[in-house]
T-cell receptor, first 112, second 115 residues
């Protein structure tokens, strides 16, 4: 498949454990944040989003936490599965809400 | 099936030879965008369009052109490609990037190599 990045930070977890992927964003005026998952050979896939008026949002097996004080975003994946192995990107909405700026990505590797 | 399609998926060309990468979506989305993805740099936005005949520069627009004559299509044009435009390109669409409830759908990617 297509290579996403040769020197990405990598998180390696055991199947069944919880994963936490972190992201620092740059623009204190950003008001919308998204996590994407990118598998090898595919385009990014939406996972979960959160607005700046919230500090936590839960989906199925995933939770996003937002700390506006320190401009930090995290993605928690419960009971990580081999199918969760991918590169994960955070993105923030800026430029009056018309553009997304992506973080560099974190590679999640799940060991069976 | 709701999808974003890109063509071609792979392209090898030479410096200076004009090329177009097509992007089409079947979801009646107003917002469309082009990104390039490079190792160590993540995804960077090239151009975006909020609606037909409305296009705006993203973070890295130099060397690229776009057009939005129809709602479903958003081609990326490289008038005179150079080797530094060798990259993986993604098209994306969304009904709205601002609502916070609309998924941005990405195409499968186009791997471009400029020799």
């Amino acid at each position: 498949g297509e290579s996403v990045g040769l020197h990405l930070p990598t998180l390696s977890v055991q199947e069944g454990d919880n994963s936490i992927i972190n992201c620092a964003y740059s623009n204190s005026a950003s008001d919308y944040f998204i996590w994407y998952k990118q598998e090898s050979g595919k385009g990014p896939q939406f996972i979960i989003d959160i607005r700046s008026n919230m500090d936590k949002r839960q989906g199925q097996r995933v939770t996003v936490l937002l700390n506006k004080t320190v401009k930090h975003l995290s993605l928690q994946i419960a009971a990580t599965q081999p199918g969760d192995s991918a590169v994960y990107f955070c993105a923030e909405n800026n430029n009056a809400g018309n553009m997304l700026t992506f973080g560099g990505g974190t590679r999640l590797m799940v060991k069976p | 099936e709701a999808q974003v399609t890109q063509n071609p998926r792979y392209l090898i060309t030479v410096t200076g030879k004009k090329l177009t990468v097509t992007c089409s979506q079947n979801m009646n989305h107003e917002y469309m965008s082009w990104y390039r993805q490079d190792p160590g740099l993540g995804l960077r936005q090239i151009y975006y369009s909020m609606n037909v005949e409305v296009t705006d520069k993203g973070d890295v627009p130099e060397g690229y052109k776009v057009s939005r004559k129809e709602k479903r299509n958003f081609p990326l044009i490289l008038e005179s490609p150079s080797p530094n435009q060798t990259s993986l390109y993604f098209c994306a669409s969304s009904s709205s990037i601002k609502t916070g409830t609309d998924t941005q759908y990405f195409g499968p990617g186009t791997r471009l190599t400029v020799l």
